[in-house]
């Protein structure tokens, strides 16, 4: 018997997938057992946040809210997800009959994309029904933890490149759906463009590329190729020029060409010493504004060494879609609060060894110093920090009453994202610019009643 997925169409011109599968078992587990003590329909806060960043990382970057509270909004089970629920037993009838009419009617709060994170901090919290917000626990989780570690390898590697375009070209190196949202997150991380087409539709992000060797290797010449893609494309485009000699074809790319080419790609070899003697051998050939694409392999490290040479820009592929050995945030998501038997709110937390958690609703806000420099990350337990007047609060509203607010998704929310990434670079002490390893590097108070 064949996979039925179920799609939901969306204002974006492209079906998102229906959500409610991209779940755990235990989830519903929970559930049933939950309907049947009569606690599921208590009042409840989640909250999804890192214990610690990835080893030696000084920050991280939130990133996949938009993509998750569209996922939200499609977080429904419909006639082929409930037979099959029935038909393997996995729930009683009683939740059957809840899922079939779920819909997420909650609110939801949380630091906006692009925002900077540390140990500890609120990024998103949820406030339900128990019974509505356990089952967001996965789904949250996988698009949180995946996002932001690419989105904060990739604000690494914006660093790194010190104001050079960075470009995304990851999507052979990752499961297809994880191109695309890498490719997002990358985005909002300050990267100039990407290679993956569904990432452009999908989100109105700007899309690049221009030829592999192969598409040398298939023509008799490298000139019948270069012959090829320029005048099919135009003489600005970029040439591959090491699928041979690379000095070679530089010269052949010139020649055809003319001081209007684009741009070299070079994509092995020693990248330093070898964009250095193209660079003088395009000067001496007339071609001062043809730039030089350096690939293969980079990270931030590697990006890092290439700041002497003159590189125009950068296309990061494995390293980027990976994490640059940081494949996840580490994110948890914990019941914090929830009701009693008389609606009133009690503080829960988890007390077991290395995985404790602090109970409460959170507020949190970053303290900032007279220059507007980032001194603290604080979170109040259940009430808002006391700001000294030039603080910035970090929560914004993403759903109320099971609402999309707007602005946080689509292209417009990339965007945004985008901008907030920007700014919260900028507000960062200058000890996020080092890649060396280090401690986090604000630290996160807790202010409790």
Not at 261 to 284: C, I, N, P, T
Not at 406 to 422: D, F, I, K, N, S
Request: charged share 25%.
């Amino acid at each position: 018997m064949g996979t039925r997925v179920t799609f939901v169409s969306t204002s974006a011109g492209w079906e998102h997938p229906r959500t409610s599968f991209y779940t755990d078992h235990y989830e519903l587990t929970m559930l049933q057992a939950s309907l049947h003590s009569g606690a599921a329909h208590r009042k409840s806060v989640f909250e999804a946040f890192a214990r610690r960043l990835p080893d030696g990382r000084r920050y991280g970057i939130v990133a996949g809210t938009g993509r998750l509270l569209e996922g939200i909004a499609n977080f429904r089970f419909g006639d082929a997800e409930l037979e099959f629920l029935k038909r393997t037993n996995v729930v009683n009838a009683q939740t059957l009959e809840y899922l079939a009419s779920y819909r997420f009617s909650g609110d939801i709060w949380g630091y906006p994309e692009g925002e900077a994170y540390f140990p500890n901090s609120p990024i998103l919290i949820v406030e339900a029904t128990f019974a509505e917000a356990c089952m967001l626990e996965t789904y949250l989780l996988s698009v949180l933890n995946h996002d932001s570690a690419i989105a904060s390898a990739a604000s690494r590697m914006v660093t790194a490149a010190g104001g050079r375009p960075c470009i995304e070209m990851g999507s052979r190196r990752t499961h297809e759906e994880a191109a695309t949202a890498s490719a997002r997150a990358a985005i909002i991380a300050g990267f100039d463009s990407t290679s993956n087409l569904e990432a452009g539709i999908r989100y109105g992000i700007k899309t690049v590329g221009t030829a592999a060797h192969s598409f040398t290797l298939l023509h008799d010449t490298e000139r019948d190729a270069f012959e090829a893609q320029i005048a099919s494309l135009g003489d600005h485009t970029s040439l591959l020029v090491d699928t041979y000699d690379v000095e070679a074809a530089v010269r052949t790319a010139v020649d055809l060409a003319g001081p209007r080419l684009g741009a070299v790609r070079l994509d092995s070899g020693d990248l330093v010493a070898q964009a250095q003697w193209v660079r003088r051998l395009l000067d001496d050939l007339g071609n001062e504004n043809t730039k030089i694409v350096v690939t293969s392999d980079l990270d931030e490290y590697a990006i890092a060494a290439l700041q002497s040479a003159p590189v125009d820009s950068y296309g990061v592929g494995t390293s980027l879609v990976t994490g640059s050995g940081a494949p996840t945030a580490s994110m948890v998501y914990k019941l914090v609060s929830r009701t009693d038997d008389d609606g009133t709110f009690v503080s829960v937390a988890k007390a077991a060894k290395n995985k404790a958690s602090v109970g409460g609703r959170k507020y949190a806000l970053r303290k900032l110093n007279e220059r507007g420099i980032a001194t603290a990350e604080v979170v109040g337990v259940g009430r808002r920090p006391e700001d000294d007047g030039n603080d910035r609060p970090l929560l914004q509203q993403f759903m109320k009453n099971g609402e999309l607010l707007p602005g946080w998704t689509g292209h417009e929310g990339v965007l945004r994202a985008r901008r907030r990434h920007a700014d919260s670079m900028a507000e960062l002490p200058p000890v996020v610019n080092r890649l060396q390893r280090g401690e986090a590097a604000i630290p996160t108070l807790y202010e409790e009643n």
